[in-house]
């Protein structure tokens, strides 16, 4: 201050300056914030106490340095600020003086630009009532957002139809996936002419006629009258729907008589009724023909009957030769389906299809199964009505109440691909083949939540959307559970039978030593037992939901088939349909721990599985394997082990020989040998190879003490493995005992001489000399979840791809008792 006062004087001085008194400077300054434009969001700043999101006034001293950022919200862009700063930076501000400051924001989305044409007048509305144009104007929407618009001629003008982006003289349905231009033309009506615009309200179907003239409007439309023309309109409400009165220039619900001295306006209203509200949700065939299957859901808030519905369909005989049928109306199951539930339907294609919770088989009159492929439709009705409908590919059918459906079809199933499906997009219940679309990832029982492109590209057959944070399927936490994008993922659900018999309670040592084993190549394992490691969601003690995992002893289990009786026997599909969450057929394998294959009870087979499948059972019951002491403790751990990792090697499409049947190869160093399923395999081939061939010979002393062995079942160090293929082939015409396996240096008494020689032996006891393969398990392991139609996987050596909802049966390989 005494500065600049003092420069003043000297200038006084110099030059005459008359007055060197300085202006009072304001002490507070006022920093005026605004938010504008049509989207949302706020200014930011340490300095300011709060964010401002309207029009704000901040107080400052003068010379503070101020720094506001524009913060968009959901939906919105930052465009740029007016006023004391502009561009699309942080606002920098040294206060000297009062300040304004604007932060300009538009919402995402797409531009729609509106023009109108002709010699008359009119103006275009939005039916949400947010959008009035009788000029040419622009409007953002939303990206993706869906508009009706409708176009309202002027006295003395009638709209003759639309331009652009839609056409026709009816409502215009826009989805803002994009900018679009949209024209309306109006044409100037003769001086004895007058307007009639028809318009159709509400979420029913009807039709408004005028007696003695060609109107019949199914929708929105416009006619030309003389003026003066009396007019009767009648509204028809279509099959499944009702006529709710009329608004406009009539009202009540008779018929509207019309004088037309001047253009008139009248709407009809139409309403379905409560049971419109059970919706199609999603269906599928199979690129195969096995059984078809389609999803309904209660949309209402009332729990409905399904056996007040009927299901019409093309059907087909459910016997060879299983020939066309035709129409069927099927009858539903006596079902009560609360509000938010899901019930998957399904052909009833073997005797022994067992309905479950959340899923039901259909059949028909003379066995009639429903049937489509990759054109069809489905249409489902309550007393002779249409409550829903879809009609997808090429087909041609028409509802029971035929206006309630359009000229656009849904899209034709993919047949081509295992695991796909037609389903309806989220939230949209329109009767209409815009509302589906196709899904890569079926989704049964569940939300229709995969997104429309999604991929796999890690190859375990769930896509990647559920493999992030946050992401789903069928409304499934995968994520949560242990799913990892760019990981293959393996899903096992364990149900055990209620025993005191200890060889069928899972014990959580041999699924960690499973899991360990998957993991050192890279392959997630999740094994599911629900609460009876731990009461809480816990994927490390092998709770991912599945509830209770203890399910009704049976004595003997039985895959049933076509000539299998089931008679006092205990079906495996029984189990699994009604325990295992519909919502997890397409993803996890089901492993029932069960006490006997046998009629009787005893011991049998230790397990069975299907091949290229995804079902598996453990039969280690009787067995006598308990927890009485360390050894017979460790026994049960690893016997568990072993088997539960040899049989879902099968689903896995691995056999006992690997890739062929052969069994009992030494040199295929692998638990799906049964040489080495209960004995194990040693630290290396080299060393530790011979002994378990020696002691299922019973030679050089082991006999059947398999305690005897290096790293034996009745050890902490049990190891178990499927084979890298790295074992030398073996010639039993002359087998080469200094060669070993192909690994170490120690030698093989394949014959058990005591002398190193060369001889012709059949080691595997399949009655014939023959050259004897490894096989590379790891390698070639089929994922079965993956969709193709030929299975490409991680090998495809499986002609038939798993359909695990159109068709849940799959070869069972052939097994056989072996106690060790």
Known sequence: MKATIHTCILLALLIGIVSCSQGPRPAILRLEMAVIGLGKGSITGEALTKACTDSCTSLFQFGDSVTLKAVAAPGSSFVAWEGACTGTGACQLNLDNNTEVRAIFEPNGSLLKLELSGSGKGKILSQSGNLNCSEACEVLFGENEKISLVAEALPGSSFVAWEGACTGAGSCELSMNNSKLLGARFEALASNEASLQITRLGNGSGKVSAAGTNLNCGNTCYEVFAKNSAVTLVAEALPGSSFIGWQGACSGSGPCNL?????????????????????????????????????????????????????????????????????????????????????????????????????????????????????GFVELLRNNQTVDFVRFGNDQTKPLSPEIWGSMNAPALNLQRYGSSLVRKLDNKEIKGSSWRISQFETPAGANDIPENAADTDGDGIPDSAEIPGGSFAGLPLYEMGARLGQKDIFVEIDHMESSDEGILPRREALDKIVAAFAKQGIGLHFDVGTYFSEDFSPISYNLGAGNSSVPFAASIVIPSSSYSLKDKANFYDYKARYMDLRRRPLFHYLLMANSMKDNGLAGPSGLAEMNGNDLIVTLGKWNLNSSSLENTNMLI???????????????????????????????????????????????????????????????????????LSYSPCGPDFIIDYSSGSSAKLNENGLLETLNLGQGHTWFDFDNNGVENRPSLDVNNDNKLAELEDFDDWSNIVIPFQCGFNGTNLRSQSEHTLSPLSQDVQEWITEELHLP
């Open 259 to 375: 004088n037309l001295t001047e253009n008139a306006q009248v709407s009809a209203e139409f309403s379905r009724p409560a049971q419109g509200d059970l919706v199609i949700n999603e269906l599928a065939s199979a690129p195969r023909g096995e059984s078809v299957w389609l999803e309904l859901f209660n949309a209402s808030n009332a729990t409905l009957d399904l056996s007040d519905y009927q299901l019409r369909a093309q059907a087909i005989q459910g016997v060879v030769p299983y020939a066309a049928f035709g129409e069927v109306r099927f009858k539903l199951p006596a079902r009560p389906l609360a509000p938010g539930e899901y019930m998957v339907l399904l052909s009833k294609g073997a005797y022994w299809y067992t309905n479950g919770p959340k899923h039901a088989y259909l059949s028909g009159i003379n066995s009639s199964l429903p049937y489509w492929a990759n054109s």
């Open 638 to 708: 690893n016997f568990q082990a072993s088997t539960i990792m040899h049989e879902l090697g099968h689903n896995l499409g691995l056999r006992h020989g690997g890739h062929e049947n052969d069994n009992y190869k030494p040199n295929y160093y692998s638990i799906m040998n049964y040489q080495y399923q209960l004995y194990g395999l040693g630290s290396s081939t080299g060393d530790y190879a011979a002994e378990r061939y020696y002691a299922f010979k019973n030679y050089k002393g082991f006999g059947k003490d398999i305690c005897k």
